[in-house]
């Protein structure tokens, strides 16, 4: 079975940064492509980013192009989403999901993790 565990959340002030973590383990990893969704209470689940098996092909939401990049070490078995220039508006349990179909991970991956909080002070 797939577990994906986060980490690096945290408390931030704008402008600042950070790089969330996911490990992957129970199966192979570079069978699964992965991505980065966020959610706020009180609001659906926002789509990130996502990232294809080997990291060829990446695509990131709008809502943070130029800011946000999602990048993977197969070797390592662990995805990143690196967070610059961070907002307050960008505040939100953070979490990794993972599917062996790459278009399948932006609608409705098989597997997610538990989520890692993200806090941007103003």
């Known amino acids: 079975q797939v577990q994906l565990v986060e980490s690096g959340g945290g408390l931030v002030q704008a402008g600042g940064s950070l790089r969330l973590s996911c490990v992957f383990s129970?199966?192979?990893?570079?069978?699964?492509?992965m991505g980065w969704f966020r959610q706020v209470p009180g609001k659906e689940r926002e789509y990130v980013a996502s990232i294809s098996w080997s990291g060829g092909h990446r695509n990131i939401a709008d809502s943070v192009k130029g800011r946000f990049t999602i990048s993977r070490d197969n070797a390592e078995n662990t995805g990143y989403l690196q967070m610059n220039s961070l907002k307050p508006e960008d505040t939100a349990v953070y979490y990794c999901?993972?599917?062996?179909?790459?278009?399948?991970?932006?609608?409705?991956?098989?597997?997610w993790g538990q989520g890692t909080q993200v806090t941007v002070s103003s």
């Open positions: 129970g199966r192979t990893f570079s069978d699964y492509a």
């Open positions: 999901a993972a599917d062996s179909s790459y278009p399948a991970v932006p609608r409705k991956p098989d597997y």
